[in-house]
Structure formats: C-alpha cells, structure tokens
C-alpha cells in the first residue's frame, strides 16, 4: 500500500527468538509481519499466540505495526502473553 505520493509505507516487523529447545526439533513460523524461530514446543507456542494477539489488538484499535509507540507495543504484548 502506498500513500499520495506514491512513496511506500513505513515497514516494521516483530522477531521472536527462543533459546531453550533441547530436542533438537526447528521450528520456525512466519508471517506477513513477524517471524519466530526456535524454542521448545511450549516456548515457541507461546511466541506465537502473543504475536497472533498482539496484531488481532492492533486491528481492534484499527492500527498497523509501523503506527504505535514503543510503550504501547510493550503494553499490547504484555497484555497478549498467556500465562
């Protein structure tokens, strides 16, 4: 998508990494905005349930990655990690 002027809208993107996968097993999901590598099963499930909730919160507040403040993007994955 482009604006007016024909000039490209702002990219930005989320990575997850997670270091404790001991079995060995790659796992990688990616999407249009994010991507997550690595982690055990459990942690590399968690990675991706925050991501999904976090960009299903942005569409709720009908913003894109690129358009919130460090803060609220810190707020809005905390509020996203299951427990």
Do not use: W, Y
């Amino acid at each position: 998508m482009t604006n007016n002027r024909n000039e490209p809208e702002p990219k930005a993107g989320l990575v997850g990494i997670g270091l404790d996968n001991k079995d060995g097993h790659k796992r990688i999901t990616t999407g249009a905005q994010f991507a997550i590598v690595g982690g055990s099963e459990e942690t590399h499930g968690r990675m991706t349930e925050t991501v999904v909730k976090t960009f299903e919160t942005l569409k709720e507040r009908g913003k894109h990655l690129h358009q919130v403040e460090k803060k609220e993007l810190k707020d809005i994955i905390k509020e996203s990690t299951p427990e």
